[in-house]
């Protein structure tokens, strides 16, 4: 590279002379390899080359093959080289064949290895990173080496995790460790996949368990294109290891020593979870760790979307990255290129919804390929016609002839419906029913439409949207919104927050007394009106908990649920009951205070809905579709990532 450069230096003064010489085909002599172009097209496999001797030269070339998109089973785990993460965060970059040993540089253009010109031994290094594991959190109050380690892995910026979560690039020297975690924000100095840097550490963080450098000097990279990704057991070795047989990952003590090391490892995942602000995490069951597995699989929850994870799916990494949360080890990746999903269970047909009197919405447990449906592939009984089907996602929407208002009927796939994967439906779970839509009843009809109850972090935006799906005005004087909590410990099970709808405003402050058809009430906390954008014309309800705080109002425990209560008549107007699992089940029955003293009454309508608020992904209860009331709140509700208070739901 220093010859090349060297050369470069001195060809603008002899331009003239070189491109003359290079025009009329002089000989072999070259200053670089377009000056080759005259020697003709190269044999597939070998390019023309301009060497040390100024002479050209046929090489062997190596390219590999474009990022695998998570759907090639038989992805390489272990012959990959270093990967310009700088710029795409983990996809593998071309390399020299054959491969350089760890220490040394390929020159992507020349096809050749250079050592590279750090004189720290690999040992010494992973001594110093050694020492910066070891020290304190703070200031360092000696500045900490950490000379000839290798960048083996870029962590993003990911949407939605700023508050919570650190972006930067991982340092090791030794496939069996130690690695460290160095912050973006550390140094303006840009590193990629295969550099290896020198740095001094001078201050040190802890985040939930993991060693970070929060600010280095002197962040040199000294060479480039090392092949880190490599196999430790491959020729040459690399840095990453196969993680498959570890059976250890429940001792805190092995997540400390696979702590930001680069691994290789394949398993079936099970159920998964929030794992941080915009994080979703897997249990991991592999060859050394049965279920249920310690060791986790953690992505950003919308590369989880983009690639349907879900239980059951067998996947490989090839190329991760150890995080941690605590004593938790979470093999982390970015992209779909970084994740190969070999298999995942056939679709279940999970429910079916109607939307209209002619058009009925089937969800299912994965995404559905839109080109394998067809309207013929479905049936209703009671027989209807069905017209039309189409795949978005994981729903189906079929267009049905006249469907009659509030008869049951069961929706039953046919055909050969798949996924993406080109899995036919489950067998045993093909079936779904649903009741037609009843009509809006002639006069006023309060219902509970949405409740946003468990936010995702703090609990600061709940709220109850009410809504009349009636043809008239309803009065509003005589009504109560009430909370009920299942875990209630009080004997006479009481409400645990009553608040009257004689008190609901307009957007100007204005009391409000009735509710037109059609109208939207939305019951929160006060700051909540200053930030949310309400549609014109909702009416607003300020509520606040029983310490008279303006959050964690709403209870999200097993078996809550929210109801509107004809206070002058001692009855239930509407309510629904949610989370209702536990065993046994928490009663729906309570004593509510009203006018005409205390009565029990039943918060469950119909079946308790099994829909739920999520504190990890954006949503709420809604009913679907808006002000559908079969009096049934597992027919009516659904959980829906769009909230809506103040306008219809979808």
Known sequence: MLKQSLKRSWLPALVATVFVTVGTGCGDECVDRYDCRDKGTAPEGQQWTCNADNKCELQNISVEPGPDAGTDAGTDAGTDAGTDAGTDGGT??????????????????????????????????????????????????????????????????????????????????????????????????????????????????????????????????????????????????????????????????????????????????????????????????????????????????????D????????????????????????????????????????????????????????????????????????????????????????????????????????????????????????????????????PPPTGPSLVINEIDYDNVSTDNAEFVEIYNRGTEAADLTNVKLVFVNGEEKDAARPAYLSFDLKNTKDAAGNVVTSLPAGGYIVAAAEPYFTTANLPAGTLRLVIKSASNANTDIIQNGTGDGVGLVDDAAGTLLDSVFYEAGGSPAPSSTFNISTAVGTKALNFEEGARTTAADSNTAAGSLQRSPNGNDTNNNNADFAFVTTVTPGGPTP
Not at 175 to 184: D, E, S
């Open 92 to 305: 593998t970059p071309q390399t020299c064949n054959p491969a350089c040993a760890l220490t040394e540089s390929c020159n992507i253009e020349t096809n050749t290895c250079t050592p590279s010109s750090v004189t720290t031994p690999p040992a010494d290094t992973s001594a110093q990173i050694a020492a910066f594991v070891a020290a304190p959190a703070g200031a360092l109050a000696t500045p900490q080496p950490v000379s000839g380690a290798f960048v083996t892995f870029i962590k993003p910026a990911v949407t939605g995790s700023a508050a919570t979560e650190a972006d930067g690039f991982f340092l090791q020297a030794e496939a069996n460790g130690p690695a460290m975690f160095v912050r973006t924000s550390a140094s303006t100095t840009q590193v990629a996949v295969g550099d290896r840097v020198t740095m001094n550490v001078t201050e040190k963080e802890i985040i939930s368990g993991l060693n970070v450098a929060k600010t280095v000097t002197d962040l040199t990279v000294v060479s480039k294109n090392h092949g880190v990704w490599n196999l430790s057991t491959a020729t040459p070795a690399g840095l990453k290891v196969d993680a498959n047989a570890v059976s250890t990952f429940e001792d805190a003590g092995t997540t400390s020593a696979y702590e930001s090391r680069i691994v290789t490892v394949s398993g079936k995942l099970e159920a998964g979870a929030g794992s941080g602000a915009a994080f979703t995490a897997f249990p991991l069951i592999t060859t050394g760790e049965p279920s249920p597995s310690p060791l986790r699989l953690r992505v950003p929850s919308t590369l989880s979307t």
């Open 307 to 438: 690639l349907d994870l879900v239980s059951g799916c067998d996947v490989t990494v090839p190329t991760g990255v150890v995080w941690r949360f605590t004593a938790q080890p979470q093999v982390s990746v970015f992209a779909p290129e970084q994740l190969t999903i070999t298999s995942c269970p056939a679709p279940k047909l999970t429910e079916a919804r109607a939307l209209s009197s002619t058009e009925v919405r089937l969800t299912f447990d994965r995404k559905i390929n839109a080109a394998s449906v067809q309207a013929a592939d479905f049936g209703i009984t009671p027989t209807v016609a069905v017209s039309a089907a189409t795949a978005t996602g994981n729903q189906v929407a079929l267009t049905t002839a006249e469907l009659t208002g509030g008869t049951q009927y069961t929706v039953t796939v046919n055909g050969e419906v798949t996924d993406n994967a080109g899995k036919a439906v489950d067998a045993a779970a093909k079936t779904a029913t649903f009741t037609g839509l009843t």
